[in-house]
């Protein structure tokens, strides 16, 4: 008996707007053209959906919008984890934008409900949750930050920077945060130098280069560069014993609690990215090259894009990606004077540890690392 085929729509059984556009199947009508019904008399469409159906639908892909608040290496497990598939493979499809304008208009963001999930400097999550937003740090893929305070080479001591011009990437961002701690370091004030907002470590060391400002903290890859032009690396974080929040991966307890599994499955691919990256040089490498848009592979280009990723691959991915209590507590120490809920504030009340806690116990990251990763 010959049918007329139509072809329906079929989307995932949830009501979420973000969910992916569905997938066709084309069956024969039962009497009526237009119209989707059973193969047969007696055999429901209901029932033959729940026995044909269900492999589909478990590969859904649940859209997620992630919110980064600069162009930068550090990201490079989550591009890595963008790039290769990883959000797919989880059953995730992540968008992965770029807002810029430092950790604040991240969580602005995501306050707003326009990303589900932010990556940024992790002092701006802590200060909207202090001010009774319901955002929460879930995951911080870095131990800790990476980045340096370089200075023309006459600038040779702190008490040489006051009244010089140093550049940042906004106000909010990792890079003044961090400037703010190299200060109180040295017993200084933000009023003793000039601090210029340039938008990229490119532009800062562009505006260095030409003279237009004194220093700038940069990041990776650029901060291998001023090195290698002489510039002087007057402050570093690690050398120093500063420990802050760079790249945390932030969210609401609102979708964590409504969309649990799709959070979890989420941060299973963060963990997947960071595996990768650390398991496989050239093609992160190569991930980096494209993303951080350095268009050539000239081997000065690669050079320092290798050095960061040395940096990153054996000392500052976290495999498991617990913040660090150390980096949370630099922060409510250091905004305590201006946030008076940050004054014996338990750290512990900023994060949300149990979706990398759950994959964790699972062996899923153990079994990242034991075996041999592909």
């Known amino acids: 008996m010959k049918h007329d085929w139509v072809q329906c729509q079929l989307r995932p059984f949830d009501s979420s707007p973000d969910l992916g556009r569905g997938f066709p199947l084309r069956i024969p009508p ?61 059953g995730v499809e992540a968008e ?42 879930a995951a911080s893929p870095l131990k800790t930050g990476l980045q340096r305070l370089m200075t023309r080479a006459d600038i040779k001591t702190p008490a040489d920077l006051k009244g010089k011009k140093i550049a940042i990437t906004r106000f909010g961002s990792a890079s003044h945060w961090v400037l703010q701690l190299f200060l109180r370091k ?50 570093d974080p690690i050398d120093m014993d500063i420990y802050y929040l760079q790249n945390s991966v932030d969210s609401t307890r609102g979708f964590l609690r409504k969309q649990r599994d799709q959070a979890l499955r989420f ?38 894009l290798e050095a960061s990723y040395n940096l990153l691959a054996s000392k500052f991915y976290n495999q498991v990606p617990y913040a660090a209590t150390k980096a949370i507590e630099t922060t409510l120490e250091f905004i305590s004077g201006v946030e008076p809920k940050a004054k014996g504030a338990d750290p512990k009340s900023s994060l949300d540890e149990s979706l990398v806690r759950e994959v964790e116990a699972s062996g899923f990251i153990r079994n990242l690392y034991e075996n041999e990763y592909r």
């Open 267 to 304: 941060v299973k691919a963060i963990c997947e990215g960071i595996a990768y990256f650390k398991k496989n040089k050239k093609e992160s490498i190569a991930v980096l090259q494209k993303k951080l848009r350095i268009q050539s592979a000239q081997e000065k280009d690669v050079k320092y």
């Open 96 to 137: 992965v934008i770029i807002i810029g304008g430092g950790a604040s208009r991240v969580v602005s963001s995501l306050i707003a409900g326009e990303i589900q999930f932010s990556v940024g400097g992790g002092d701006a999550v802590i200060r909207s949750a202090l001010r009774g937003a319901d955002t929460v740090l």
């Open 186 to 235: 040295w017993n200084m004030r933000a009023e003793d130098i000039q601090m210029l907002q340039l938008d990229s470590s490119p532009a800062m060391y562009a505006n260095l280069e030409k003279g237009g400002v004194d220093g700038a903290v940069f990041t990776i890859p650029t901060f291998f560069i001023a090195e290698e032009r002489g510039y002087r690396t007057l402050a």
């Open 30 to 90: 039962h009497g009526h053209t237009g119209r989707c019904h059973g193969l047969a008399r007696g055999f429901p469409l209901f029932f033959f959906l729940a026995v044909l159906i269900p492999p589909f639908i478990a590969h859904a892909q649940d859209k997620i919008r992630v919110g980064l608040s600069a162009i930068s290496a550090t990201s490079g497990s989550i591009w890595v984890a963008e790039e290769k598939g990883l959000f797919k493979k989880h």
